[in-house]
């Protein structure tokens, strides 16, 4: 695909200004369509990405930072604005890339179509097709929240989103979505018994009606650090972290966990599946664990992170689902490559970060830091794995 595009958009754009080059950014979405029948975009490419978050101000620059990602044979990468400096920087990459609009952006997008034209016009459209954005995340962690007319908004939003997306013929090239925290569930334990709240129910469904149509994923943050920090007594910090445990038996379900990770994204599918959506695929848009805390922040070490992170990188590279999804392989963005100074809240949402802000590790998982040849190859051995 990439070459049949690369030659098509070669011969096109000689000469000729900005007339030709919205002419080849339209051919390279014909040639989506046309070439071979109609074709869809891969939107994640491997099982495992990273979470490129920037609220920080002494971070390496975007050009340094994807030369990195690509030594690390990192292929998927998620923002969470659409920065031009970063798409540019990405530009040419070949890695696949994740948009995000902002949740102060959702009221008004929610009631004007027209916006969310405009938005995708300049910053995703404007850069395709060497910037490869393959999905537009709208908004983040909105529902299961305190802004009660942010939930109102954000189907609205999505909708538009979707609608532009389609005005634009881009639906075969982006995906739409939207992230979710677990406090959109009413009870996740055991798995199978998980459902979505009520008061979030009414604001889910047509979301999910909208994902069935447009084959979108459902985006869920999962947390086991989260999970084990509030309560360490009763929850096996070995069944957080990828490490031999007993596990836990879900009877109704007649499953055996052996990690909470897997457990998470199952208690997702059994809520989907108690809403009416069996076939919808989940995929994990944030997991990490965080480096350094609070005093009372518990478990929040580098040990436990570079345990977790590693573990859950050799979870991913075995290709495999979940056990109640067997055969749907997971697939996940780790949070986060860089901590980031400037983020509010506790000690620990500083401390999610695989590199330090200087471009140096924050723990050893397989990969150097951002040294002057940038990344080791090291990581790629994850991907042998059986």
């Given at each position: 695909?990439d070459?049949?595009?690369?030659?098509a958009?070669?011969?096109?754009?000689?000469?000729?200004?900005?007339?030709?080059?919205?002419?080849c950014?339209?051919?390279?979405?014909?040639?989506l369509?046309?070439?071979?029948?109609?074709v869809?975009?891969?939107?994640?490419?491997?099982?495992?990405?990273i979470?490129y978050?920037?609220?920080?101000d002494?971070i390496?620059?975007?050009?340094t930072?994807?030369a990195?990602?690509k030594?690390?044979?990192?292929?998927?990468?998620?923002?969470?604005?659409?920065?031009?400096?970063?798409?540019?920087?990405f530009?040419?990459?070949?890695l696949?890339?994740?948009?995000?609009?902002?949740?102060?952006?959702?009221?008004?997008?929610?009631?004007?179509?027209?916006?969310?034209?405009n938005?995708?016009?300049?910053?995703?459209?404007?850069?395709l097709?060497d910037t490869?954005?393959?999905?537009i995340?709208?908004?983040n962690e909105v529902?299961?929240?305190?802004?009660?007319?942010?939930?109102?908004?954000?189907?609205?939003?999505?909708?538009?989103?979707?609608n532009?997306?389609s005005?634009?013929?881009?639906?075969?090239v982006?995906?739409?979505?939207?992230?979710?925290s677990?406090?959109?569930?009413?009870?996740s334990?055991?798995?199978?018994?998980?459902?979505f709240?009520?008061n979030?129910l009414?604001?889910?469904?047509?979301?999910?009606?909208?994902f069935?149509?447009?084959?979108?994923?459902?985006?869920i943050?999962?947390y086991?650090?989260?999970?084990?920090?509030?309560d360490p007594?009763?929850?096996d910090?070995?069944?957080?972290?990828?490490?031999p445990?007993?596990?836990?038996y879900?009877?109704?379900?007649?499953?055996?966990?052996?990690n909470?990770?897997?457990?998470?994204i199952?208690?997702a599918?059994?809520?989907?599946e108690?809403?009416?959506?069996?076939?919808?695929?989940?995929?994990?848009?944030?997991t990490?664990?965080?480096?350094?805390?609070?005093e009372?922040?518990?478990?929040?070490?580098?040990?436990?992170?570079?345990?977790?992170?590693?573990?859950?990188?050799?979870?991913?590279a075995?290709k495999?689902?979940?056990p109640?999804r067997?055969k749907?392989?997971?697939?996940a963005?780790?949070?986060?490559?860089?901590?980031e100074?400037?983020?509010?809240?506790?000690?620990s949402?500083?401390?999610?970060?695989?590199?330090?802000?200087?471009?140096s590790?924050?723990y050893d998982?397989?990969f150097?830091?951002?040294t002057?040849?940038?990344?080791?190859?090291?990581?790629?051995?994850?991907?042998?794995?059986?």
């Amino acid at each position: 695909m990439d070459g049949v595009g690369g030659a098509a958009v070669f011969f096109f754009c000689g000469p000729g200004g900005a007339h030709v080059m919205r002419a080849c950014r339209c051919l390279f979405i014909l040639l989506l369509f046309l070439h071979g029948g109609l074709v869809t975009v891969e939107a994640f490419t491997g099982t495992y990405g990273i979470n490129y978050g920037r609220i920080a101000d002494n971070i390496p620059p975007p050009a340094t930072v994807v030369a990195y990602l690509k030594e690390a044979k990192i292929k998927n990468a998620r923002i969470y604005d659409a920065d031009h400096s970063v798409l540019e920087a990405f530009k040419g990459s070949g890695l696949e890339l994740v948009v995000g609009i902002p949740n102060e952006y959702l009221k008004n997008m929610s009631t004007n179509e027209d916006q969310a034209v405009n938005w995708i016009k300049e910053n995703v459209q404007a850069y395709l097709p060497d910037t490869h954005i393959r999905g537009i995340a709208v908004g983040n962690e909105v529902l299961g929240g305190s802004d009660q007319e942010l939930a109102e908004a954000l189907y609205g939003a999505i909708r538009n989103v979707y609608n532009a997306l389609s005005k634009l013929q881009l639906t075969d090239v982006i995906e739409v979505l939207t992230p979710h925290s677990q406090a959109v569930f009413d009870n996740s334990y055991p798995p199978s018994s998980c459902t979505f709240k009520e008061n979030v129910l009414q604001y889910m469904k047509p979301i999910l009606d909208l994902f069935s149509k447009a084959g979108s994923p459902f985006f869920i943050n999962t947390y086991p650090f989260l999970s084990y920090q509030s309560d360490p007594k009763n929850i096996d910090i070995n069944y957080a972290l990828f490490l031999p445990n007993r596990g836990v038996y879900d009877a109704k379900a007649g499953l055996h966990y052996d990690n909470m990770f897997d457990a998470q994204i199952d208690a997702a599918y059994a809520a989907l599946e108690a809403a009416g959506y069996e076939e919808m695929e989940i995929r994990v848009s944030e997991t990490g664990w965080a480096s350094k805390g609070d005093e009372d922040e518990t478990g929040a070490t580098a040990q436990n992170a570079r345990t977790y992170n590693y573990n859950l990188l050799k979870r991913l590279a075995k290709k495999r689902g979940t056990p109640r999804r067997p055969k749907m392989v997971v697939k996940a963005y780790v949070f986060a490559l860089f901590n980031e100074d400037l983020k509010p809240g506790p000690g620990s949402e500083r401390h999610y970060g695989l590199l330090k802000a200087d471009g140096s590790i924050a723990y050893d998982i397989g990969f150097s830091g951002l040294t002057p040849s940038h990344a080791s190859s090291s990581l790629l051995s994850l991907e042998e794995c059986p």
